[in-house]
């Protein structure tokens, strides 16, 4: 599994050198609840007015010996935006993610899907960077799990609340 993650981050890397400012291509880092630490890219459409993307996630809980992993795939829309400088920069965003995630700690397995809608706002830091807010529900289905003792019970929210922060160079 690590070879795959490894191999997506040199993918987005390459990506990224090619993104220039108010290009068709950002390259994004950040944090997400169902994504972990995650980096990714975002490709422009239709005067940057829609987008998708495709990012992937590690996160690695020290004290708690859990490690996930995750795949998301996303497609935003503008839904509001400002003119600066001449051009126009969008502010309000509609995503909608599909998270694959897979969780593993001393109790379960578990691999799973998570759809995301959710709206972001982003700020504009400087010229080249950009931080994104975003929340929304996250509505999750098991795909499968792995009971590996019988010392706790649990079964993953149907429904839980989601947030991720993004620095978009």
């Not at 995750?70 to 600066?84: K, P, Q, V």
């Amino acid at each position: 599994m690590k070879p795959f993650f490894l191999s997506i981050l040199i993918i987005f890397i390459s990506l990224a050198a090619l993104a220039q400012s108010h290009s068709r291509f950002d390259f994004f880092g950040g944090f997400g609840l169902y994504e972990g630490y995650n980096i990714g890219s975002e490709c422009y459409f239709n005067q940057r007015f829609h987008s998708i993307s495709l990012s992937a996630g590690y996160n690695k809980i020290c004290r708690y010996k859990q490690e996930s992993y995750a795949l998301t795939l996303g497609y935003n829309f503008a839904i509001l935006r400002e003119r600066r400088n001449g051009s126009e920069n969008f502010k309000w965003n509609v995503s909608n993610r599909v998270v694959f995630w897979q969780l593993e700690d001393d109790y379960y397995l578990w691999r799973a899907v998570s759809l995301i809608p959710s709206i972001s706002r982003r700020f504009n830091i400087c010229k080249n960077i950009d931080l994104s807010v975003d929340a929304g529900p996250s509505f999750n289905i098991v795909l499968y799990n792995k009971r590996k003792t019988f010392q706790e019970v649990g079964w993953p929210y149907h429904v839980m609340p989601n947030t991720r922060i993004l620095l978009i160079f």
